[in-house]
């Protein structure tokens, strides 16, 4: 089985631009949830879609969004980028529910100038 | 609500030694626990969970994993550090039923020195 992809792999973006990132789950998965991550905040929670309804959100605010599509495919947004959304931005998969066993995509990192 | 605390940011150690990474946990219901594993440029491995079964759990890579009720805590070792071993490791915790989203630590950097 392939296992959870993420496009774009890299990204750099200014400050005021938005952003759109890609995750693609593992077949038959369709929980997806999406994490930020930074060297000083570890792992912060963003949302979590299942059946293209957020099921979950963490403190994050409005400029973050996503969707998820009839395929699992989703998507995040961010606009109105700031210098600390430089991050690296993490899905996970689950079939079907999160707090048994993720998987991780290898991450899209986001650098805000 | 759960938490999860993980001491030490840095843990170091040579080759050959036993690895020790510490995780304490706060949940208000019997817990569900993993460790992660995240190399460089790369998202989150499972290396092993407790879903209330064994208390000792064995993972991937010859890590193992012991859950204590009573000192609330899941620490991870391994008998003998390997270089290819370094990287930054996890612990989450969450619980059974419902969508509830694991809760992660702030992660350990494991240093292994030749």
């Known amino acids: 089985k392939a296992g959870v992809t993420q496009t774009p792999r890299y990204l750099i973006k200014t400050r005021g631009q938005q952003v759109t990132l890609s995750c693609s789950p593992i077949s038959g998965h369709r929980s997806v949830s999406w994490y930020q991550q930074t060297p000083g905040q570890g792992l912060q929670f963003l949302f979590e879609y299942f059946s293209e309804t957020q099921r979950n959100k963490g403190n994050f605010p409005g400029r973050f969004s996503g969707r998820q599509f009839s395929n699992s495919r989703s998507e995040m947004n961010v606009s109105t980028l700031e210098l600390g959304d430089s991050a690296l931005y993490l899905c996970?998969?689950?079939?079907?529910?999160?707090?048994?066993?993720?998987?991780f995509g290898p991450g899209t990192r986001l650098t805000v100038l | 609500a759960q938490s999860v605390t993980q001491l030490g940011s840095h843990v170091s150690v040579s080759e050959g030694a036993l690895v020790l990474l510490r995780c304490n946990y706060s949940?208000?219901?019997?817990?569900?626990l993993f460790w992660y594993v995240q190399y460089p440029n790369q998202g989150l491995q499972l290396l092993l969970k407790?879903?209330?079964?064994?208390?000792l759990v064995k993972g991937i890579n010859g890590f193992e994993a012991e859950f204590k009720k009573s000192e609330t805590s899941f620490h991870l070792t391994k008998p003998s550090a390997h270089m290819s071993d370094a990287a930054e490791y996890f612990c989450a915790v969450s619980r059974p039923g419902g969508s509830y989203i694991p809760t992660f630590g702030r992660g350990t950097s494991l240093i292994v020195h030749p």
């Open positions: 996970a998969s689950s079939f079907p529910i999160p707090q048994e066993e993720q998987f």
């Open positions: 407790y879903t209330s079964a064994a208390t």
């Open positions: 949940s208000s219901v019997p817990p569900y």
